[in-house]
């Protein structure tokens, strides 16, 4: 098994005149077989923010992405 952070973002695109958004929506540490494994669970808990934020991301235009990183382990001594 192989360790990763998954991350879940909310992308809001610019109005006209600012910057766009980016707010994290929810972090964890998972242990799965391959990074595919990973990402499956990532786009999972994407679409459940998706879900949960819908008014939200209807008016703003905005999208939830799931994230994958593999975190790196120390071999044990």
Avoid: F
Avoid at 2 to 23: C, D, K, R, T, W
Avoid at 43 to 61: G, S
């Amino acid at each position: 098994m192989n360790a990763y952070l998954v991350i879940v973002l909310l992308l809001v695109p610019p109005s006209q005149g600012s910057q766009p958004i980016e707010a994290e929506l929810h972090r964890e540490v998972i242990a799965a077989s391959s990074l595919a494994v990973c990402e499956r669970h990532a786009e999972r808990l994407a679409r459940e923010q998706r879900e949960k934020h819908a008014e939200l991301l209807a008016r703003t235009r905005g999208r939830t992405v799931g994230q994958c990183q593999p975190l790196r382990t120390e071999p044990s001594a």
